[in-house]
């Protein structure tokens, strides 16, 4: 059972003081050798859960943020688990390579393995889909807007700035990939990067899919950012998460789903539902602080 802080404003205050000494004790007991990132804009806010019925702007908000994500005309909008696992992978790299230029490797296969996926070939296969869905990223442009008390600032760029391919088969399947990240992408990766256990992260695309993952990415950066108690309305949430599951019912349900999926990765999460939405409470990442850079 969660415990409740003081009332009294000093015993409060002690309270917190130690809470946060245990939280950054606890955080830093976990340290995951595969750790991958995502700017911060794309953990407070997602991509798609599933296809769009329209080829319509996607956007999502999360109190004074909003992103808007625009398909390309022809290779559509990026969504579900491919283009999060694509996106952690190059952030990945880019942090630990400090470049830009990210190697995808030799061919798709081995591009799909690196990023933690299953390699099936034929029409249904997955390298038709990751093929898909890594062009609808690199031909989406992505949007965000922060409204400040004083002052609304607005950045639209590109995820990836540009792309070499080479064949190197008879079949004309790429030997050779190298994506390399738009400029203000890298900036805000640079100045706002998650760490995230990528171990975790594949297996949850494998058995639950794109909502476990964003709700695995966000919990223990909003968690381990709390200095009190705090509720979010399930309205709220569906803002931030997807507003397409047809009511809030539906949302809820498959919310309380993804949090039950990552319940087993993440035991130190200290969460409530109550009747109108979720109670947050204060609690360790499952990174330690060092490792977020």
């Known amino acids: 059972m969660t415990k409740k802080l003081a009332a009294e404003p000093a015993k409060r205050k002690r309270q917190s003081v130690k809470l946060k000494r245990v939280v950054r004790k606890a955080a830093a007991l976990t340290s995951p050798q595969n750790v991958g990132y995502m700017p ?6 997602t991509l798609p859960h599933r296809k769009p019925k329209a080829l319509a702007a996607h956007r999502r908000t999360n109190g004074r943020l909003t992103l808007e994500i625009r398909p ?7 969504y579900g688990t491919y283009p999060r696992l694509i996106l952690l992978y190059v952030c990945q790299q880019v942090v630990r390579t400090k470049s830009p230029v990210v190697e995808m490797g030799a061919g798709l296969s081995e591009a799909m393995k690196r990023c933690g996926l299953a ?4 029409a249904n296969g997955t390298i038709a889909v990751f093929r898909r869905q890594l062009n609808s990223l690199f031909y989406a442009s992505v949007g965000w807007t922060w409204r400040g008390p004083t002052i609304t600032e607005e950045e639209r760029c590109v995820l990836f700035r540009g792309r070499d391919t080479w064949t190197g088969s008879e079949f004309g399947e790429p030997a050779g990939c190298r994506i390399i990240v738009d400029p203000r992408f890298l900036e805000e990766l640079g100045e706002h990067p998650v760490p995230i256990d990528l171990s975790v992260v594949q297996h949850l695309a494998a058995a639950h899919g794109p909502f476990a993952i964003d709700l695995y990415t966000w919990l223990p950066y909003r968690l381990s950012r709390l200095e009190r108690p705090t509720d979010i309305s399930w309205a709220d949430l569906r803002e931030q ?3 397409d599951y047809g ?3 539906n949302f809820r349900i498959a919310f309380l789903e993804a949090l039950k999926a990552i319940q087993p990765h993440y035991p130190a999460a200290r969460v409530e539902q109550y009747r109108g939405g979720l109670r947050l409470w204060p609690s360790a990442s499952t990174i330690a602080p060092k490792l977020g850079g």
């Open 119 to 122: 390699v099936t070939g034929g």
């Open 247 to 249: 009511s809030e019912n």
């Open 72 to 78: 390309d005309f022809l290779y559509g909008m990026p």
């Open 40 to 45: 911060s804009m794309l953990v407070l806010t």
């Open 241 to 243: 998460f997807g507003a």
